[in-house]
């Protein structure tokens, strides 16, 4: 996910422009943890359509670090740039403005109950999300600091 604000990002052939003005974060989802997009065609009273496109997923604990990352970008726009298992690459948000995030979190009422916390990034768009040819870590992410194990530690 990328923070939109400095994101020109406006038709189907894509550019990520100033790209030392952005700030990665890479997701990782092991097996047992699922990240769904969705896309759906709507249409205002006078008929014009338009996208609700979102990214949604959840992680099973909660912990301090994390909610303290999501209480620090309380008005960030955000692009996400997604691979489905099929290797299809997907750049979500963009025109007219990035994803807004969402997020949800509980301790359980007992010892052993689930204690999640749910991320949703949604947005409504002109265009449901643009095909990019392919994703390469090495090009977003050419710092030595990166870790690609999950974790519930960021940098970027």
């Given amino acids: 996910m990328v923070d939109a604000d400095a994101v020109s990002f406006l038709s189907s052939n894509a550019e990520l422009i100033p790209l030392e003005d952005l700030v990665f974060y890479e997701f990782i989802f092991p097996k047992q943890l699922a990240?769904?997009?969705s896309f759906q065609r709507q249409t205002t009273g006078n008929g014009a359509a338009f996208w609700l496109t979102s990214v949604s997923f959840s992680l099973p604990h909660i912990n301090n670090q994390i909610l303290q990352w999501v209480a620090d970008s309380p008005n960030t726009e955000w692009l996400a740039i997604a691979e489905d298992y099929n290797g299809n690459v997907r750049a979500l948000g963009g025109a007219p403005g990035g994803l807004a995030l969402s997020f949800d979190g509980n301790t359980g009422?007992?010892?052993g109950d689930a204690n999640?916390?749910?991320f949703a990034l949604s947005a409504e768009q002109i265009q449901p999300y643009?095909?990019?040819g392919a994703y390469e870590n090495d090009e977003l992410f050419t710092s030595g600091e990166f870790d690609y194990s999950f974790d519930f530690s960021f940098t970027s």
């Fill in 35 to 37: 990240c769904v997009a």
């Fill in 109 to 111: 009422a007992r010892p």
């Fill in 116 to 118: 999640p916390m749910n």
């Fill in 130 to 132: 643009t095909a990019l």
